[in-house]
């Protein structure tokens, strides 16, 4: 965004055009299938696999083979019916397909005949669940059920991961399986096409590839292409992989052209990192033609996707947060796919920022969740350039600017985490996962975020409902904005607030970002600045001084009342931040985070600052200095 522009939303310039992979994927693909992972006969081929993967992955695997198969139960699908509770099924199913891929790959690294059996059971006990979909997206509880509809399989997520976890199994141990347990493959094949691949060709009315298009898109095509791989052939493979290529296609051409997210920076491991995952294959299976396109033609716009996560770091483990997104870097963050993507798009400098992001001594996909699928154990674990490339610090540019979706960085010390940076936060409120946080802002002290932008919770039925907004830490409420005559913010896309970019900050309208009363003036300007070490936010309006206006500020911890302002306190071995302000009244709530999420990024405890600007005023201003 440079100085003048405005952003209200997404640009309307797409990150590629609709078609162009498409296009690419049809003049050059071919029919003979190259060499996606090794078989389990080839020798060689898994003996290049790295040595501490293949020592993590045996161990892991080892550490359950033996024990009983445990599969979720109906009690736990139901709880999501009766009580909104969706961990309940999802724990034991991540937990069932952790150790199906373990087993897999541990039978391609050691062969022996008690490892493929292992794999056999995993991948049988698969083929024998009711349901592949999680049961937080089954359309069954919509129609009265309590139990899975095995007559309609719902494709989502975790059908798609499913699928992925036996395309991958197929193509790694297909040669053991036919010798030692003669009908699996063809069971498998039987069940992807029943759960899998006959509702994704026959049904057309997917709300994820038509109504709404998200990470979903991006995430379930991809996993599907595998599957197509090894349990389809001739023109069905064919069409299979048209539908999957047009749906990333789809995925990627609604993304604005500056890469920008509006999910968030986790999301971009499940939507962007996706179809890089999936352009990966596309480009081995066309003998190189994505990433020749990438380089000179038509899917150039991917480098600037590719450079979102670095752009996005506040310090070694916090990002920018907003929307369903958490700002503390998980440990299981997938750096790999990053990397992966940045060698297809030439960009050796992001490739060597996701390398330095390595951890010794595990790898991706030991945990039981959804960020570490075999498919990106596969890649990992086969690439010695990821173990080879010398890893580089992230960059931290001075300036970070997504027009597309309104957020914007400003950082003290260019190329430095030290110092003060500055998020702010506009758009409209209808965004993918989004909160009502229009105007709000967020800083972080040497690298980590003090005021807080909080991000998501663990995910029950309410999240994703009519009733999404009753959650407190989504709701404007809880974010650091302003409250007009003592307003809310209310989802919709009707509600808006273009941000203009400035040598030092932004400039927000927030005019039409709340339901003012009939007759009030309708003008509020929010200016957020970073000069000479010091934060500074500026509202001005006619409603800034009127009866029941506050102004809050979240952050973590509780902050403390000191001589001329407030300081909160450090935390993660960052200096405190001192704010000082002109307000009549400082009103100061603390809440525990009760819930996983938010205190793996905030701690337990967060705090809400209310101020309340002097009667008949038209102007507020804070300031915050390390």
């Keep these: 965004m440079s100085g003048g522009a405005e952003a209200g939303g997404r640009t309307s310039g797409g990150l590629i055009e609709r078609g162009a992979l498409r296009g690419i994927w049809q003049a050059a693909h071919a029919d003979d299938l190259p060499v996606m992972v090794p078989s389990v006969s080839d020798r060689e081929g898994w003996k290049s696999i790295a040595p501490e993967a293949r020592d993590l992955i045996l161990a892991a695997a080892d550490a359950e083979s033996g024990t009983p198969w445990i599969l979720p139960r109906l009690s736990q699908w139901s709880a999501f019916g009766r009580t909104g509770d969706r961990r309940a099924y999802e724990d034991v199913d991540f937990a069932h397909k952790r150790r199906i891929r373990l087993a897999v790959l541990a039978a391609g690294i050691d062969p022996t005949s008690a490892r493929v059996f292992e794999a056999a059971d995993g991948l049988w006990t698969l083929c024998e669940q009711s349901t592949w979909c999680w049961s937080a997206h089954d359309d069954s509880f919509s129609r009265g059920l309590m139990a899975t509809d095995i007559a309609r399989p719902y494709l989502d997520l975790g059908a798609g991961e499913a699928a992925a976890l036996a395309g991958w199994a197929a193509l790694a141990l ?3 399986l036919e010798t030692d347990v003669p009908g699996l493959i063809p069971r498998l094949r039987s069940e992807v096409e029943r759960r899998i691949l006959s509702p994704l060709m026959d049904r057309h009315d997917w709300w994820w590839e038509n109504r709404e298009i998200n990470n979903w898109l991006a995430w379930i095509v991809g996993n599907v292409i595998p599957a197509a791989l090894v349990f389809t052939d001739g023109e069905r493979r064919r069409q299979v992989l048209d539908r999957c290529v047009d749906g990333v296609d789809r995925y990627l051409a609604q993304l604005p052209a500056d890469g920008g997210i509006d999910e968030g920076f986790a999301y971009w491991w499940q939507g962007a990192g996706r179809a890089f995952d999936a352009l990966a294959l596309l480009d081995t299976l066309s003998a190189g033609a994505i990433g020749a396109e990438i380089a000179e033609g038509a899917l150039g716009g991917l480098r600037e996707l590719a450079r979102f996560p670095e752009r996005m770091l506040l310090g070694d483990d916090w990002v920018a947060s907003y929307s369903d997104a958490e700002a503390r870097i998980g440990a299981d963050a997938p750096w790999h796919s990053l990397f992966r993507a940045a060698r297809l798009c030439g960009l050796d400098d992001t490739a060597a920022f996701a390398a330095g992001r390595r951890r010794e001594g595990t790898i991706l996909g030991l945990e039981a969740d959804t960020i570490g699928g075999i498919g990106r154990m596969v890649a990992e674990s086969f690439d010695a350039r990821w173990r080879a490339t010398a890893p580089r610090r992230a960059p931290f540019p001075a300036q970070v600017e997504f ?38 802002v967020a800083v972080a002290v040497d690298g980590v975020p003090l005021l807080a932008d909080l991000g998501r919770g663990v995910y029950t039925a309410t999240t994703f409902s009519d009733q999404r907004y009753s959650l407190w830490h989504l709701g404007s409420a809880w974010h650091s904005l302003p409250h007009p005559h003592g307003l809310e913010q209310q989802p919709g896309r009707q509600w808006e607030a273009p941000m203009r970019s400035l040598d030092d900050g932004w400039s927000i309208d927030l005019s039409a970002a709340y339901a003012w009363p009939l007759g009030a003036d309708r003008q509020w300007t929010r200016e957020i600045r970073l000069r000479d070490g010091e934060v500074i936010v500026r509202d001005q309006g006619v409603a800034v001084g009127a009866e029941g206006t506050r102004i809050s500020v979240v952050c973590a911890g509780v902050p403390e009342r000191i001589d001329g302002g407030m300081l909160v306190p450090g935390r993660h071995g960052s200096r405190a931040l001192r704010l000082t302000y002109d307000a009549a009244e400082v009103e100061i709530a603390s809440r525990s985070t009760d819930d996983p999420h938010l205190e793996a990024s905030w701690g337990a405890v967060v705090s809400r600052i209310f101020f309340t600007p002097f009667p008949g005023v038209t102007s507020w201003e804070m300031r915050a200095r390390a």
């Design 174 to 176: 297909g040669d053991a």
């Design 403 to 440: 027009a597309s979706i309104a957020v914007g960085i400003r950082r003290e010390h260019a190329g430095d985490s030290g110092g003060l940076a500055v998020i702010a936060k506009a758009g409209h409120n209808a965004e993918s996962h989004n909160h009502n946080d229009l105007g709000s």
